[in-house]
């Protein structure tokens, strides 16, 4: 729950470049969009200090040098994990999108392409690389990617509670993070598609994919690209509706054991236990005739162990309890 200590700003070992998110009750969700955000729903969110931007190449970067890490989209599947995988699928690679010419038929694979060698250092693939783009929002990253960022920082990956209240921006029951028109007075709010997807972009050359952070306004908390540029990992496990009661099991390796629901797992992939974390925001794939997930109350799952070229993530810090506790006492 709220309580009153949720406006209280607690400063020890904030990093610089984080925004209080002041705690408080909020409509969670919408009835009126995609039916997994339903049912719109109140919900209390003590205050945190979140990210000012989605995590950024540069970031990473520093994370990687310090750390030695390497990235779930720079190892190889382990065939154990994927029965019925063809043999030669399986190699170190990530999911990126490639605009098609044409498209026949809702097949998404139409434009969204494995690619070898494809990872946060080279995003396209092949020779690509991230010169001119440390300020853009790291991409190829799973959620245990994510997890392991956020360790090393002493952060954590915001709930799906945490990260919707923060995203409205202080706005109750507004469509979007900036108020009620997606382009007021024809302004772009957010990195977005603009055209016709996937086939279509009126973009300028070289602004198809991510943009750099801070590029487009920051909603009522001063936070950046809550919608669109990139979608965002959460910590919590995908559920059809809000809410849904939860069952014992576990994650893949490297990942703990936790509360998820069974919903989490894709029912399109029985045999492959690998569960779902909810993403939020959209990105600058989302567009009116195709995904209206620019939104704060939508939601999206995605299996932990995938990455591609437009997910990426923020994290927050909590106020300690002691903290807290001493907030209250005085």
């Known amino acids: ?169 202080g706005l109750e029951n507004a469509e979007y993070a900036w108020g009620a028109d997606l382009m007021p007075n024809g302004k772009a709010m957010a990195n977005t598609w603009q055209g016709k997807f996937p086939t279509q972009t009126t973009k ?16 009522g908390y001063g936070l950046y690209d809550m919608i669109g540029n990139v979608w965002e990992w959460t910590s919590d496990y995908w559920s059809t509706s809000h809410p849904q009661p939860a069952v014992k099991s576990c994650c893949i390796p490297r990942n703990p054991c936790g509360e998820m629901t069974e919903a989490s797992f894709d029912p399109q992939q029985p045999e492959i236990r690998i569960p779902r974390r909810v993403l939020k925001g959209g990105s600058h794939l989302c567009a009116p005739n195709y995904c209206r997930r620019y939104r704060p109350a939508a939601r999206h799952p995605e299996p932990e162990d995938t990455s591609t070229s437009h997910v990426g993530f923020r994290c927050i810090k909590r106020v300690p309890a002691k903290e807290k506790q001493d907030e209250v006492a005085s």
């Not at 994370?63 to 030695?68: E, M, Q, R, Y």
């Not at 300028?204 to 909603?219: D, I, K, L, M």
């Open 204 to 219: 300028p050359t070289g602004h198809e994919r991510t943009s750099s952070v801070r590029s487009f306004p920051p909603n």
């Open 1 to 169: 729950m709220a309580l009153a200590f949720d406006n209280a700003q607690s400063t020890s070992a904030v990093p610089s470049d984080m925004v209080w998110i002041p705690g408080r009750t909020f409509t969670m969700g919408s009835n009126e969009h995609y039916p997994e955000e339903a049912p719109a729903h109140l919900v209390s969110v003590d205050g945190c200090w979140m990210d000012e931007t989605p995590v950024t190449n540069r970031k990473f970067m520093a994370f990687v040098k310090a750390t030695g890490y390497v990235t779930w989209a720079e190892k190889a599947p382990d065939p154990q994990h994927y029965p019925g995988a063809l043999p030669h699928m399986l190699k170190a690679g990530s999911l990126v999108f490639i605009p098609p010419r044409a498209v026949k038929g809702p097949d998404i694979s139409q434009w969204w392409r494995f690619k070898f060698g494809a990872n946060w250092r080279r995003p396209l693939g092949g020779l690509s690389d991230i010169r001119g783009k440390l300020d853009h929002p790291v991409i190829h990253v799973a959620w245990c990617d994510a997890r392991a960022y956020a360790d090393w920082a002493g952060l954590d990956l915001p709930t799906e509670a945490e990260w919707e209240l923060a995203a409205r921006g």
